[in-house]
């Protein structure tokens, strides 16, 4: 026999950010335990709300699956006599595990044979269990914030008022946290009525009638659904925000859109500050013209159909007015000082207690966004007066990058650093080079956000990236399992995709030994902070990060090790790399070379520093043939990796294909004559240094 098990636990609101995982966290706690104990069922469902978390388990075993238990006993020579007889150490073992003679087995160890019993253990019924499995699964759940509320001192996310445990049709009692458990429901808080529940099968209807929607799927459908009915109706349109949808969601148990308005005077600010206000203060979505330009408009979602929806109305727009009204204030009050003097107020805000403060952090942002431009390796060098102009507005850009920060406006609303630097600056009349800049320079901010549009945002953005890296690694505060307090990974990340999206050519090493160079001499000799070695860490550390990106772009395992043989020396060039030999690979021509260059490889492993190739020793017109070959492809594949042609590189390397495998079927390289040794090992050495200036296609799996 199976029945159906359904658990509701109901609370006063739990955050809407708590939600997700706490569901999650509890189905698959009381899952596990079901499991554990084993109980058998068919399926698992989980559904969640503000007020409720509930588990609906199918097809649940009546009764614990039977255990079997292979106990150990005495000696077969001490349990039996010389004539075969149970002595008294057999028949107390057989006794004390209520079995009889003949279940007795015997079993060889190496310490001999031993009597064994195989045991039945009976299984106890589920409804006997799922008290303690319920109670258990509760107390393991964790919450970014917990609180106590009564005498048991359990933590919960918020206080627990009512358990609906059913097995089939009857009651499961437990009581957690001082709630006892029972076969009642509640309502949306606005109805504040309770139902009975007659089974497990039946819950969901009578939470339907209650005025609930339990899955949080259909009220993220019922939001988008409400909010482009009302902007349809209205000749608007609003802007996809998921996040927004699901923490509404999170915040209703069946949401009901409203649509509400504010004083148009307040469209004079900033848009973001006005979205802001309303997304993140207040969680009501913005509606915007058929240009995409922000209206006066606005849904905003209640708990259910309100009796009086005008009075929710009414509410909400008086919220919004008193919230618009203090960012005006805030805006008012950044706007009587200037960029340079918030910039200056930078002195008293600390980056970091060994790194010094936001103001020194901007200034080295400066010096190295100036050295980053001035290393591009560029196609077409800019004059010196474009590059002089370059200069000064990335200069000016970086030391007013972080500037907003001592700001009102970003002290109230962080979300908004950057763009309120963009506004003060384009207010102040700057270059809009240099505001986008400003902007952009925080980019990107988490997967698949946009990148800097402008070389001011690239370099800054680059700049302000590499400090952080430089200034962790130089103090040794380096990221470990899931510790990332200054998001150093998501800093490389941004480097490798602003390098690659930027085709910023540069020595990458040499750029994070500067930025290294530029902290305080006394910081680096205190925290023995070796350049060299330093660097080297951080090129590795952004080498993980940029073949994450590769590997995002589909770009093969072989080709990125294959590329990075060596780490990273400049990112740019060594992303082109990886897809010319991907384009290289796919050719039978090319991928014939990969198994005599590893052989190439092997031979020369050993060899320090290669000797100079002498042709007059070559004995065998298979190594003249190849050496020949090589001096052409040398000439022609140099050239076209010097002007970053790699696909053109990779075509002239094929030529060695025909030559170099006759070489290894008709030439005995390690001879028994040390000269021609050592000058086959010299040209293989050579052959090897030419392929590896490109990637070591050794490390190429070749595929039948």
């Given at each position: 026999m199976r029945r159906d098990f359904i658990v509701e636990i109901g609370v006063e609101e739990i955050p809407a950010g708590f939600i997700e995982q706490a569901i999650d966290s509890f189905h698959m706690l009381l899952t596990e335990k079901l499991r554990s104990a084993n109980i058998g069922y068919e399926k698992s469902y989980f559904y969640s709300t503000p007020r409720r978390l509930t588990v609906y388990v199918t097809g649940v075993d009546e009764t614990q699956k039977d255990q079997f238990e292979e106990v150990k006993g005495p000696p077969k020579k001490i349990a039996f006599s010389d004539i075969g007889r149970p002595t008294q150490a057999a028949l107390g073992f057989i006794e004390s595990n209520n079995a009889k003679l003949e279940d007795v087995t015997f079993k060889a160890t190496p310490k001999g044979e031993y009597l064994y019993l195989n045991k039945v253990i009976k299984g106890v019924k589920s409804f006997e269990l799922l008290p303690s499995i319920l109670t258990s699964a509760l107390a393991s759940l964790n919450f970014p914030k917990s609180m106590k509320w009564d005498v048991s001192q359990l933590k919960f996310a918020r206080p627990v008022r009512w358990i609906l445990c059913l097995f089939g049709g009857d009651i499961?009692?437990?009581?957690?946290?001082?709630?006892?458990?029972?076969?009642?429901?509640?309502?949306?808080?606005?109805?504040?009525?309770?139902?009975?529940?007659?089974?497990?099968?039946?819950?969901?209807?009578?939470?339907?009638?209650?005025?609930?929607?339990?899955?949080?799927s259909e009220r993220c459908n019922m939001i988008i659904s409400g909010l482009n009915?009302?902007?349809?109706?209205?000749?608007?349109?609003?802007?996809?925000?998921?996040?927004?949808?699901?923490?509404?969601?999170?915040?209703?148990?069946?949401?009901?859109?409203?649509?509400?308005?504010?004083?148009?005077?307040?469209?004079?600010?900033?848009?973001?500050?006005?979205?802001?206000?309303?997304?993140?203060?207040?969680?009501?979505?913005?509606?915007?013209?058929?240009?995409?330009?922000?209206?006066?408009?606005?849904?905003?979602?209640?708990?259910?159909?309100?009796?009086?929806?005008?009075?929710?109305?009414?509410?909400?727009?008086?919220?919004?007015?008193?919230?618009?009204?203090?960012?005006?204030?805030?805006?008012?009050?950044?706007?009587?000082?200037?960029?340079?003097?918030?910039?200056?107020?930078?002195?008293?805000?600390?980056?970091?207690?060994?790194?010094?403060?936001?103001?020194?952090?901007?200034?080295?942002?400066?010096?190295?966004?100036?050295?980053?431009?001035?290393?591009?390796?560029?196609?077409?060098?800019p004059s010196d007066e474009h590059k002089k102009n370059k200069l000064d507005t990335i200069g000016r850009c970086a030391m007013l990058c972080k500037a907003d920060l001592t700001s009102e406006v970003v002290k109230e609303f962080t979300e908004l650093q950057g763009y309120a630097g963009m506004v003060y600056s384009q207010n102040e009349g700057l270059p809009q080079e240099i505001s986008t800049g400003i902007y952009e320079h925080y980019k990107p901010c988490f997967k698949g956000d946009t990148l800097p549009s402008n070389i001011e945002g690239q370099a800054v953005a680059v700049a302000d990236k590499m400090d952080t890296i430089a200034g962790c690694f130089a103090i040794k505060m380096i990221p470990t399992g899931s510790g990332d307090p200054y998001a150093l990974r998501r800093a490389a990340l941004g480097i490798a995709e602003i390098s690659i999206n930027s085709s910023f050519s540069f020595d990458f090493t040499a750029f994070a030994k500067y930025a290294l160079g530029l902290y305080p001499k006394t910081l680096l000799e205190a925290e023995q902070c070796d350049l060299d070695k330093t660097?080297?860490?951080?090129?590795?550390?952004?080498?993980?990060?940029?073949?994450?990106?590769?590997?995002?772009?589909?770009?093969?395992?072989?080709?990125?090790?294959?590329?990075?043989?060596?780490?990273?020396?400049?990112?740019?060039?060594?992303?082109?790399?990886?897809?010319?030999?991907s384009k290289a690979r796919s050719e039978k021509e090319f991928m014939a070379l990969a198994l005599p260059f590893k052989r190439a490889v092997n031979i020369t492993k050993g060899v320090a520093s290669a000797p100079?190739?002498?042709?007059?020793?070559?004995?065998?017109?298979?190594?003249?043939?190849?050496?020949?070959?090589?001096?052409?492809?040398?000439?022609?594949?140099?050239?076209?990796?010097?002007?970053?042609?790699?696909?053109?590189?990779?075509?002239?390397?094929?030529?060695?294909?025909?030559?170099?495998?006759?070489?290894?079927?008709?030439?005995?390289?390690?001879?028994?004559?040390?000269?021609?040794?050592?000058?086959?090992?010299?040209?293989?050495?050579?052959i090897k240094a030419l392929f590896l200036r490109l990637a070591d296609i050794s490390q190429l799996v070749i595929e039948e």
């Open positions: 499961v009692k437990l009581n957690f946290a001082g709630v006892e458990s029972s076969n009642k429901t509640h309502s949306i808080r606005r109805m504040n009525i309770s139902a009975d529940v007659a089974s497990a099968g039946a819950y969901f209807d009578v939470v339907k009638k209650l005025g609930v929607t339990l899955d949080m009915s009302i902007a349809e109706k209205n000749g608007l349109k609003t802007i996809k925000d998921e996040e927004l949808v699901r923490e509404v969601a999170n915040l209703t148990e069946t949401p009901y859109a409203i649509l509400c308005d504010f004083n148009a005077e307040f469209l004079k600010l900033p848009e973001k500050l006005l979205t802001s206000t309303m997304i993140k203060k207040q969680r009501y979505f913005p509606l915007y013209d058929q240009q995409s330009k922000l209206t006066n408009k606005f849904v905003v979602f209640s708990n259910g159909t309100p009796a009086q929806p005008d009075e929710v109305k009414y509410g909400n727009q008086k919220v919004i007015a008193a919230r618009f009204s203090d960012a005006e204030f805030y805006y008012k009050e950044d706007a009587k000082t200037t960029l340079e003097q918030k910039s200056e107020k930078l002195k008293t805000v600390l980056f970091q207690q060994k790194l010094g403060t936001v103001h020194q952090k901007a200034s080295r942002i400066a010096d190295l966004a100036k050295y980053l431009y001035s290393s591009l390796i560029l196609k077409a060098p660097a080297a860490e951080i090129s590795n550390f952004v080498k993980q990060r940029f073949e994450t990106k590769l590997k995002e772009l589909n770009v093969r395992y072989d080709v990125i090790n294959a590329v990075l043989w060596n780490g990273v020396s400049n990112i740019y060039e060594d992303y082109r790399k990886t897809m010319s030999l100079a190739v002498k042709p007059e020793l070559f004995a065998v017109d298979a190594e003249k043939a190849l050496y020949a070959k090589y001096q052409k492809v040398n000439a022609d594949a140099g050239a076209a990796i010097d002007s970053n042609d790699y696909s053109l590189a990779f075509r002239h390397l094929s030529e060695l294909n025909e030559p170099i495998d006759k070489f290894f079927a008709g030439v005995m390289v390690m001879d028994k004559n040390e000269d021609l040794k050592n000058n086959r090992i010299a040209l293989l050495c050579a």
